[in-house]
């Protein structure tokens, strides 16, 4: 069995030596356990925050030790009655060929509904992560001039769509380069798609939107939040989700030098941590499921095959070499 471990905390952007494959005999369970042969992993970007020293709402990655993330996979061996042999789990025990975890730690999954990798997908913690933000932390009134930034991610895509069936009248996404771009009105259902590589963020939302929007789904941080709260109208509600353009940071970033403007709009700015809003998981996966059943929930995945391309994966999260969910594919 082969993991992923930390080998050195970055500085900066990470490179192959933050990383070392290493292997590892294949688990025994012990009582109450299961051991399961991870076939999926998901890549995030909070991944490279873990790699920090000190993290602001979770325990760093300790060096020398196996990395952690969301993977599926099928139970090879258990000592618990309530997981059996076959079983398809998720679980947090990701970036190694085989886990062992106590069965408790383990959510066995309906793959007849999905395929077993959309449940780190639009049914995982990314689904759930944009419509906990549209509907409790920013919430999308019908009417509504949405912006999302990220857009052609795997969190920014689904965003985009259920905006648009919580009733928005106009949704514009931005994205890295003149393909996403098109990609989030071709095959993501966007009204406008903005390429934040060709121009200022700023100057395209304006422009885009000349009426302002009264949503936005903080992705990025930095100049896109800036734009948004230029763009914003009165009582409009920003939901910061993210902030992967200064994740790769060396020093401190500032905020952004218009924020005060937020309180002559009226806004609200929330921030939102996904593991807070797991008890919306039945909700989301109900009205999920259905909206991928019926086709009218687009999603797409970026796959590297084989750990060993996981660190390439993970390095392509952050450049923006993905389109919808980075997965590593394990066989
Ligand atoms: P994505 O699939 O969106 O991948 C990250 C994308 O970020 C890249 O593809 C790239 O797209 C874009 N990007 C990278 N650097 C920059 C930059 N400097 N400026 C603008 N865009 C950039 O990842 P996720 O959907 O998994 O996550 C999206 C965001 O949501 C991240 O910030 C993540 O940390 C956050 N998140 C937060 C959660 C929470 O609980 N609060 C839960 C899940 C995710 P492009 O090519 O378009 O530039």
């Known amino acids: 069995s082969r993991e992923i471990r930390l080998a050195a905390r970055p500085v900066g952007v990470p490179g192959p030596e933050t990383f070392e494959l290493a292997s590892t005999r294949v688990p025994r369970p012990g009582e109450g356990q299961i051991v399961v042969r991870n076939t999926w992993m998901s890549v995030d970007p909070y991944m490279r925050e873990w790699m920090r020293e000190e993290v602001s709402y979770a325990q760093p990655y300790r060096i020398g030790a196996p990395l952690l993330g969301s993977a599926v996979g099928e139970v090879v061996a258990s000592r618990a009655d309530s997981v059996p042999v076959g079983s398809m789990v998720t679980h947090f025990l990701g970036w190694r060929e085989y886990a062992l975890l106590d069965a408790a730690d383990a959510t066995v999954i309906d793959t007849t509904a999905a395929p077993a990798e959309a449940y780190l997908g639009p049914l995982g913690t990314t689904g759930l992560t944009a419509y906990a933000t549209l509907t409790r932390v920013a919430p999308v009134e019908p009417g509504d001039v949405v912006y999302v930034s990220a857009a052609a991610g795997a969190v920014g895509s689904v965003a985009g769509q259920i905006a648009r069936k919580l009733g928005a009248a106009q949704v514009i996404g931005s994205a890295g380069g003149p393909v996403k771009a098109k990609k989030l009105v071709a095959d993501f259902g966007f009204d406008a798609g903005l390429d934040h590589r060709a121009a200022p963020i700023g100057a395209q939302l304006a422009e885009a939107a000349p009426d302002g929007i009264d949503v936005y789904v903080d992705n990025v941080g930095g100049d896109h939040l800036r734009a948004a709260i230029e763009a914003l109208r009165d009582h ?63 999603y797409e995945q970026t796959v590297f095959d084989g750990i060993d391309r996981a660190p390439d994966a993970f390095l392509g999260v952050l450049s923006g070499a993905n389109t919808g969910k980075m997965l590593v594919r394990l066989n």
């Open 236 to 298: 409009g509600r920003i939901g910061m989700v993210g902030a992967i353009s200064s994740y790769n940071s060396t020093e401190p970033v500032p905020g952004p030098d218009n924020l005060f403007k937020l309180a002559a709009k009226n806004a609200t700015l929330r921030g939102m941590l996904v593991t807070s809003y797991l008890g919306l998981f039945p909700e989301w996966i109900e009205r999920g499921a259905a909206w991928i059943a019926d086709g009218s929930l687009h």
